[in-house]
């Protein structure tokens, strides 16, 4: 069983639909949460970061994690087209920045 | 925000050949760089945490004499793939830790694909 799992995808939108990725992870010791959004052939660009359990907003981008569950929720609202890209989930203990990504998910939202 | 640099962007070599990759910290000093591998479709995978003037630490299962890393700076971190083979393609990224924090302070350059003929 991988450490952090998340469905690849593609998931396809319509333009304006709200957009839920999610990954789940077995570490409970994983108290940093991120959301990365990657374009094709580009570094990962950090959308979200969240400490422990609870929800954040920013802007269109609201990130959930639910640590009893193991569970963590990216929400996109309005999508755009400019959002197609592959969104990853990454997750650390803390100790010294090294990350466990998940797969990531690839989204396409469609004019 | 910070900007991590990574030359080159893409890079074809023959089998046998070495490879040097380099990823800079333009406006800040970063004591810790990590290398990633990416295949296509697949995760990020680490690779390596490269430590401002000490050896860099290898995650199990990458040799650490066939993927050197050099951080001789607080701004500069190389990682030379020898004698590359086919199977050494793919995406290498590199990242740069400002604060020594949880990962809010990581900023990633824009990658390098290496392809092995």
């Known amino acids: 069983q991988k450490e952090v799992e998340q469905d690849p995808g593609p998931l396809s939108v319509p333009e304006g639909a709200i957009v839920s990725l999610n990954c789940t992870y077995s570490?409970?010791?994983?108290?940093?949460f991120m959301w990365y959004r990657q374009y094709s052939r580009k570094g990962p660009e950090l959308l979200m970061y969240?400490?422990?359990?609870g929800n954040k907003e920013d802007g269109r981008f609201t990130a959930q994690v639910d640590k009893s569950s193991k569970y963590i929720s990216l929400f996109i609202r309005d999508s755009q087209p400019s959002d197609s890209a592959t969104y990853l989930c990454?997750?650390?203990?803390?100790?010294?920045?090294?990350?466990?990504f998940g797969t990531g998910t690839q989204l396409k939202v469609e004019l | 925000g910070a900007v991590v640099s990574q030359h080159p962007s893409w890079v074809i070599c023959k089998s046998g050949t070495s490879v040097k990759i380099e990823c800079r910290s333009l406006?800040?000093?970063?004591?810790?760089m990590f290398w990633y591998r990416q295949f296509p479709k697949q995760s990020l995978m680490l690779m390596a945490t490269?430590?401002?003037?000490?050896?860099?630490?290898?995650e199990q299962g990458v040799e650490k004499d066939k993927f050197l890393i050099n951080h001789a700076s607080l701004t500069l971190s190389t990682l030379t793939v020898t004698s590359a083979h086919p199977e050494d393609s793919s995406f290498y990224i590199c990242?740069?830790?400002?604060?020594?924090?949880?990962?809010?302070?990581?900023?990633f350059g824009s990658g390098t694909q290496l392809s092995v003929l």
């Open positions: 990242s740069a830790d400002l604060s020594g924090g949880g990962g809010e302070k990581l900023f």
């Open positions: 570490n409970s010791a994983f108290q940093y």
């Open positions: 969240t400490y422990s359990s």
């Open positions: 990454a997750m650390s203990t803390g100790g010294g920045n090294k990350l466990t």
């Open positions: 406006d800040f000093q970063a004591t810790t």
């Open positions: 490269s430590n401002e003037g000490s050896k860099a630490t290898y």
